[in-house]
Each structure stands twice: as structure tokens, then as C-alpha cells.
């Protein structure tokens, strides 16, 4: 009876955790990127968010060779040294993640946070595709139909924005192609929603074609997902740098690495650092289901939160296109093979079974 009680409560905390940190990270760089001050260069962000996360993980793999430095010592030098093969191999997708992190502070920064929020679940559509490419799976009748409810979904919220409907309190217009200027110019002259539009669909490209890369090329290792993620990055932090120095070489020069950082943006590199630690620790409570509830509850909190913080304005045609991605969200977790039959569970997990879990989600 306790471990029904104890699952169950494990379940709703998952429900709790991955509603949050969907929907207050990308409030959270909405508020950050239009604030009145400085601007902080997003670049260096995305670099410290590495740090920190590979803080964590040496401390937790330290945790995990039972607090003996000599095993956590032979452990990393095992993994990271001695298997080079693998390493490299963890390349592609540790640079794909510092591109990806920038561009979703682009977006973040040219889209208002609900319109953010909708438009980068098409990271489903990307996965998809790339699964049928490069893994040769087959999606049910029931997921190309969610797939295409997604599309739709998410078209009717970007014409939503082209009509001048949407718009929040950061300068945006109607207009796709219009150029504004933010609280502060240093940093971020202009917003302009179609850049933000192409940011956010590469970053969508970007997320389906890592996860899918992991899966094939990395499945089956026995790592921990802790320290496959010291391997993340270990190689993620010098692609952060050079990426710092190409597009910000300048202004770091003038201004100072640190420029524009405050108690609140070290907050947002925490959060984005921690929440991807955070939902890989609890995602393996929740079915599709729940991700899925969870994905819609942020959806609707970032749409109710925009209208109070952003004066974002909630037109029908955004909301008729929201629902539509939360529909279809649901639909593509659907799995009508597992539906007939009840789930067991194990306390054991083989080799390769928690390879879902050992590439940490970005965002």
C-alpha cells in the first residue's frame, strides 16, 4: 500500500517539477532579455549554465562512487580518458546544445514568451522526422495525425502574431519583419519576430536531431546519466567559449564577461543548469500522459502569466492554436499497443534501459 501511495506521490511531484520548469524557464528569458538595464550577453549565459551543470554532476557522480576520491578519480579517467571513442562521440551532440541554448535565447528574446512556448513544441515534429530517418521507426496513424495537428496548431498562433494580435509589452508589433528597440541597445538593438520565429524552429532541428543522435549512436552504454552528462559537458564548455568569442569577442572585450549579470540572472543560469537535472531525474515517473499534461499546464501558465507580466494579448485564433498543440501533444503520447496492456514495473534497469534519461533536455 506504501509504494502505491509512494508512487503516486512521486507522479504528482513529477507533474509539479516539469510543469514548473517548462514554463518558468521560458518566462524567465522572456523577462530577462526585455527588462529595463543592462543586458546580459546570452552567450556567456549559456557557458556559465554549463559550468554549473558540470559542478553538479562531478559532485553527484562523487555521491555515487560512494564519496571515495580515488574511485571518482579512476571513474573519470575510465570514462572520459580511456574511452575516447566514446567521447568524441558525445561531441555532436555537446555542440549541438551550445548552438541550441543560443538560439533559444534568441527567440526568447524577439518572441513573446507565450508565443515561445507553443511554437518550440514543434521539437516533436523534428524528433519525429529524424526517427523515421535515421532510426527507420514507424509512427502510428494516431502520431501523424498528432504531428499534423501540431503544424497546424502552431501556424494559427504565428498568424495570430502577423495580425497584430499577441503582442506583449517589449516593443513587438504586429508586423514579422518589424524591428524595435528593447529597454537597452547595447546588447540587443531590435526585436524582431520572424528572427525569432527561424531561431526557434533551428532550435526545434536542433533538439529532434541530438536526441535522436544519442539514441543511435551512444544506446547501450553503461553510464551513469550523471556522469554521461560530466561528458556533456566537459566538451560543451569549450564550443561555449569559442562561440562566446566569435559572436560576442568585442563587446566582452569592452564591457566585461560579466556585463549586465545581477542576482536574477544568475537565478536564469541556474534554472536553466538545474531544470534539465531536475526532469531527468523525475521523467522516468511519468508516462506520456503526464509529460504531456505537464507540456499543456505550462502551455496555459505561460499564456496566463504573459497577459499580467507582459501585457501579452490572448487573441481566439492564438488560443484556438494553442489547444490544438496541447491536443496533439496527448494524441502523439497515445500509444494504442501499450493502452491494452497494463505497465510493470522493475527495480532493476539493464544495460541501455535508462539510455532516454542520460542526454539531459537543454531547455
Same mark, same amino acid.
Given at each position: 500500500?506504501?509504494?502505491? =501511495?509512494?508512487?503516486?506521490?512521486?507522479?504528482?511531484?513529477?507533474?509539479?517539477?516539469?510543469?514548473?520548469?517548462?514554463?518558468?524557464?521560458?518566462?524567465?528569458?522572456?523577462?530577462?532579455?526585455?527588462?529595463?538595464?543592462?543586458?546580459?550577453?546570452?552567450?556567456?549565459?549559456?557557458?556559465?549554465?554549463?559550468?554549473?551543470?558540470?559542478?553538479?554532476?562531478?559532485?553527484?557522480?562523487?555521491?555515487?562512487?560512494?564519496?571515495?576520491?580515488?574511485?571518482?578519480?579512476?571513474?573519470?579517467?575510465?570514462?572520459?580518458?580511456?574511452?575516447?571513442?566514446?567521447?568524441?562521440? =558525445?561531441?555532436?551532440?555537446?555542440?549541438?546544445?551550445?548552438?541550441?541554448?543560443?538560439?533559444?535565447?534568441?527567440?526568447?528574446?524577439?518572441?513573446?514568451?507565450?508565443?515561445?512556448?507553443?511554437?518550440?513544441?514543434?521539437?516533436?515534429?523534428?524528433?519525429?522526422?529524424?526517427?523515421?530517418?535515421?532510426?527507420?521507426?514507424?509512427?502510428?496513424?494516431?502520431?501523424?495525425?498528432?504531428?499534423?495537428?501540431?503544424?497546424?496548431?502552431?501556424?494559427?498562433?504565428?498568424?495570430?502574431?502577423?495580425?497584430?494580435?499577441?503582442?506583449?509589452?517589449?516593443?513587438?508589433?504586429?508586423?514579422?519583419?518589424?524591428?524595435?528597440?528593447?529597454?537597452?541597445?547595447?546588447?540587443?538593438?531590435?526585436?524582431?519576430?520572424?528572427?525569432?520565429?527561424?531561431?526557434?524552429?533551428?532550435?526545434?532541428?536542433?533538439?529532434?536531431?541530438?536526441?535522436?543522435?544519442?539514441?543511435?549512436?551512444?544506446?547501450?552504454?553503461?553510464?551513469?546519466?550523471?556522469?554521461?552528462?560530466?561528458?556533456?559537458?566537459?566538451?560543451?564548455?569549450?564550443?561555449?567559449?569559442?562561440?562566446?568569442?566569435?559572436?560576442?569577442?568585442?563587446?566582452?572585450?569592452?564591457?566585461?564577461?560579466?556585463?549586465?549579470?545581477?542576482?536574477?540572472?544568475?537565478?536564469?543560469?541556474?534554472?536553466?543548469?538545474?531544470?534539465?537535472?531536475?526532469?531527468? =531525474?523525475?521523467?522516468?515517473?511519468?508516462?506520456?500522459?503526464?509529460?504531456?499534461?505537464?507540456?499543456?499546464?505550462?502551455?496555459?501558465?505561460?499564456?496566463?502569466?504573459?497577459?499580467?507580466?507582459?501585457?501579452?494579448?490572448?487573441?481566439?485564433?492564438?488560443?484556438?492554436?494553442?489547444?490544438?498543440?496541447?491536443?496533439?501533444?496527448?494524441?502523439?503520447?497515445?500509444?494504442?499497443?501499450?493502452?491494452?496492456?497494463?505497465?510493470?514495473?522493475?527495480?532493476?534497469?539493464?544495460?541501455?534501459?535508462?539510455?532516454?534519461?542520460?542526454?539531459?533536455?537543454?531547455?
Amino acid at each position: 500500500m506504501n509504494i502505491h =501511495v509512494n508512487a503516486n506521490t512521486l507522479k504528482y511531484i513529477s507533474l509539479l517539477t516539469l510543469t514548473l520548469q517548462n514554463a518558468i524557464l521560458g518566462l524567465s528569458m522572456r523577462y530577462a532579455r526585455t527588462r529595463p538595464g543592462e543586458i546580459f550577453l546570452s552567450s556567456t549565459a549559456v557557458l556559465m549554465a554549463e559550468f554549473a551543470k558540470l559542478i553538479t554532476c562531478l559532485v553527484l557522480v562523487f555521491n555515487e562512487e560512494g564519496k571515495d576520491a580515488q574511485r571518482f578519480v579512476r571513474s573519470l579517467h575510465k570514462t572520459i580518458i580511456a574511452n575516447p571513442l566514446d567521447t568524441l562521440k =558525445v561531441c555532436v551532440p555537446s555542440l549541438v546544445y551550445i548552438v541550441q541554448n543560443n538560439l533559444l535565447y534568441v527567440s526568447a528574446s524577439h518572441l513573446d514568451a507565450a508565443t515561445y512556448q507553443v511554437t518550440y513544441q514543434l521539437k516533436i515534429l523534428t524528433t519525429a522526422m529524424f526517427a523515421v530517418v535515421i532510426l527507420r521507426r514507424r509512427l502510428f496513424n494516431t502520431q501523424w495525425g498528432a504531428l499534423l495537428l501540431l503544424v497546424l496548431g502552431i501556424v494559427l498562433v504565428q498568424l495570430a502574431q502577423t495580425d497584430g494580435g499577441g503582442s506583449d509589452g517589449a516593443g513587438s508589433s504586429g508586423d514579422p519583419t518589424a524591428a524595435t528597440t528593447l529597454p537597452t541597445a547595447d546588447a540587443l538593438p531590435t526585436q524582431n519576430r520572424m528572427l525569432g520565429l527561424w531561431a526557434a524552429l533551428g532550435a526545434c532541428f536542433l533538439s529532434g536531431f541530438a536526441g535522436i543522435y544519442f539514441e543511435k549512436i551512444l544506446k547501450g552504454a553503461e553510464i551513469s546519466v550523471w556522469m554521461r552528462n560530466v561528458q556533456l559537458s566537459l566538451l560543451s564548455i569549450p564550443f561555449g567559449l569559442i562561440t562566446c568569442f566569435v559572436n560576442d569577442a568585442s563587446r566582452i572585450y569592452n564591457m566585461g564577461f560579466f556585463h549586465g549579470y545581477d542576482v536574477f540572472v544568475w537565478y536564469l543560469v541556474l534554472l536553466q543548469a538545474g531544470g534539465g537535472l531536475i526532469v531527468a =531525474v523525475v521523467v522516468k515517473y511519468a508516462d506520456n500522459i503526464l509529460k504531456g499534461f505537464a507540456t499543456s499546464l505550462a502551455i496555459i501558465i505561460s499564456c496566463i502569466a504573459s497577459i499580467y507580466i507582459f501585457n501579452f494579448n490572448l487573441t481566439l485564433q492564438f488560443s484556438a492554436g494553442a489547444m490544438l498543440v496541447i491536443a496533439s501533444i496527448f494524441l502523439y503520447g497515445y500509444d494504442p499497443a501499450r493502452s491494452a496492456v497494463k505497465p510493470t514495473t522493475s527495480t532493476h534497469m539493464g544495460p541501455g534501459s535508462g539510455d532516454a534519461e542520460k542526454l539531459l533536455p537543454r531547455v
